[in-house]
């Protein structure tokens, strides 16, 4: 059986055994909060545990490192959406240790790509139309200093409302363990 296979058949007996009526909501997030996070499959059970919220409580953005890589990219938009049309009316940026995106280097990432099968040309296509690859992938070297950068990026941003507190933590992906790195009151 594929996985996609595999979700369609467990998705089928979940509708029909109604599994879905324990977690109905709505799309108003009840504490109020839109906290920005990474994929890390550690996360995904564990960081809502870790900080006592379940489905209804937040909204929930994810991306590789919960980094914004653009002032007016999806992420920022989001976070926009969020307050502005959810009544979110606070920002949480959650990073975590032992993050892929930590010295994560584009370099290798571009190599694998041409192991991949992505021509050589392709890339000095992008290079050449002023698409700065390097710094649209590289990572970071310390989480806490990309933590207080998202801070610093979504509380300059000039659609962002003053009156919002932007936090910045930093998530033990073993223990659940939270470090405040910014108090956003
Ligand atoms: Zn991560």
Redesign the pocket.
């Known amino acids: 059986m594929t996985l996609l296979a595999d979700i369609f058949d467990h998705n089928k007996s979940f509708v029909e055994d109604k599994k879905y009526e324990e977690l109905q909501t709505n799309k108003y997030p009840s504490k109020k909060i839109v906290i920005l996070t990474?994929m890390?499959t550690r996360l995904v059970e564990l960081l809502p545990k870790a900080m006592n919220f379940k489905n209804g409580d937040v909204k929930l953005i994810k991306n590789?490192?919960a980094t914004i890589s653009h002032p007016f990219g999806s992420v920022m938009r989001s976070l926009l959406v969020a307050i502005f049309e959810l009544k979110a009316e606070e920002v949480c940026v959650v990073g975590?240790y032992d993050?892929?995106?930590i010295n994560f280097s584009s370099s290798s990432m571009l190599k694998k790509a041409l192991d991949r099968g992505i021509k050589e040309e392709t890339i000095t296509t992008l290079l050449n139309a002023d698409i700065d690859l390097n710094k649209w992938l590289e990572g970071f070297n310390c989480v806490e200093d990309s933590v207080k950068n998202s801070v610093q990026m979504i509380k300059k941003h000039p659609l962002f409302p003053n009156n919002i507190p932007v936090h910045g933590m930093v998530i033990d992906p073993e223990t659940g363990k939270l470090s405040e790195v910014i108090n956003g009151y």
Do not use: N, Q, V, W
Request: net charge negative; hydrophobic share 25%; charged share 10%.
């Open positions: 990474c890390d590789a490192g975590h993050c892929g995106m």
